[in-house]
């Protein structure tokens, strides 16, 4: 199972969904609280999936991101997932968050305390401009979506209007 967060302009969501069913076939996609953001689970590989998507030529969707689970936005369990998958990195690494309706928890603070504890754990060296690696938390209120995706896993499309 592939879960995905996938970004378009607001307004465009419903074409965005579209355009997932046609690139990927089997897939369900939620809305969110948000504009302009959308979650979609296929039973396809992410490889399938990343394929797929670079192969088709879109007009709404302008960012996929592969997430690797959920949990609660709080920071013990966002650092405990993202511990557990850092494990898997070789070579160098980044964080990447993203905070959508939650107050508590500070985008800046968690790149630096996870980048910082990843460092500590499993010796790894960080690189903000180039990673092999890079590790991206998603929170949506009160559920965060942690994923650790290879460089170029991260999907970004030039939308027109």
Avoid: C, H
């Avoid at 107050?103 to 180039?130: A, C, M, T």
């Avoid at 890079?134 to 499309?157: D, I, M, N, Q, S």
């Amino acid at each position: 199972m592939t879960v995905l967060l996938v970004t378009s302009r607001q307004g465009r969501e419903g074409d965005a969904i579209l355009e997932l069913e046609w690139a990927l076939e089997k897939v369900r996609v939620k809305g969110t609280d948000w504009g302009g953001v959308l979650l979609a689970e296929t039973p396809l590989s992410r490889k399938e999936v990343l394929r797929r998507l670079r192969e088709f030529e879109t007009q709404a969707i302008q960012r996929v991101v592969p997430l690797d689970r959920f949990v609660p936005a709080r920071w013990e369990e966002i650092e405990r997932a993202v511990l557990e998958l850092a494990g898997e990195i070789s070579g160098t690494f980044a964080v990447r968050a993203r905070i959508r309706g939650n107050k508590r928890l500070s985008q800046r603070e968690l790149e630096v305390k996870l980048g910082s504890l990843i460092v500590e754990r499993y010796r790894l060296k960080v690189n903000l401009s180039d990673p092999d690696w890079t590790v991206v938390v998603e929170v949506l209120g009160k559920r965060a979506g942690v994923g650790l995706v290879r460089r170029g896993e991260v999907l970004r499309f030039e939308v027109k209007d």
